[in-house]
């Protein structure tokens, strides 16, 4: 398993590639992420524009509740949508809590990274990663959603017998896989009603899951209050 430091332009993160599952803890290990943190594993797609302003602030008030209790913070890493923001808001604002992303090495790149497309089935071009993490976690898999069991389990040897927490802004296929490995995790989900596709459908379910809990995207002080109650009980 090796390990390399990304430079961008503004800063550089750690990124470490484990080959198999049996690899999580040593990579929690060499990113120096081995103590006790209470984790959000952040969840979602694209910021649908009708919803942008009060998805950015509800990303906002996630990035404050991180860094106000000294979480961690999970997302998948590329530079697109909501996993794009929650680096921007964390960089703007000049917090410190730890921003993992994990994503697949073989769809991605960064500044001098790979370029092959070989493995690429949508085109010529791989994702570019977030530029504002402070950590990466680069695995295998051909397809997004193969890092879904990943993110899942990094998320518990991160959070150490901590809380944890899923939180759903928006969100498609690959979302579902998150909440889907989440609850049989036990790791409740906070799905964020207002923000489009499956976060709204999952508002609009009456029989949903008792561990999937809905907050208002708009209700920005309940998204912070759910998440201390949530991580700090």
């Not at 997302?75 to 949508?81: D, K, S």
């Not at 790149?109 to 089935?121: E, M, Q």
Request: one cysteine or more; charged letters at 20%.
């Amino acid at each position: 398993m090796r390990t390399q430091t990304i430079r961008f332009p503004n800063q550089q993160a750690l990124c470490v590639f484990p080959g198999q599952p049996s690899d999580l803890a040593r990579a929690v290990s060499e990113l120096g992420l081995d103590k006790k943190y209470p984790v959000i594993v952040l969840i979602g797609g694209n910021i649908d524009e009708e919803q942008a302003v009060v998805t950015r602030l509800a990303i906002q008030s996630i990035a404050k509740a991180a860094e106000d209790m000294n979480a961690l913070i999970v997302c998948g890493g590329t530079n697109m949508g909501v996993m794009a923001e929650i680096g921007m808001v964390r960089w703007q604002n000049h917090w410190k809590f730890p921003l993992v992303g994990i994503t697949l090495e073989d769809l991605v790149t960064w500044p001098d990274g790979p370029r092959s497309t070989k493995f690429l089935w949508w085109g010529k071009k791989r994702w570019q990663l977030a530029p504002h993490y402070s950590h990466f976690m680069l695995v295998p898999g051909s397809q997004f959603g193969d890092e879904s069991p990943w993110i899942t389990n990094a998320a518990t040897i991160l959070s150490n017998g901590q809380k944890s927490v899923t939180i759903l802004i928006n969100g498609g296929d690959v979302s579902r896989k998150d909440i889907e490995l989440s609850l049989q995790n036990s790791r409740g989900v906070i799905a964020l009603s207002g923000t489009g596709r499956l976060a709204d459908e999952l508002a609009a379910q009456p029989d949903r899951h008792e561990l999937i809990f809905i907050v208002p995207a708009k209700a920005e002080q309940k998204i912070y209050e759910v998440i201390q109650a949530v991580l700090l009980v």
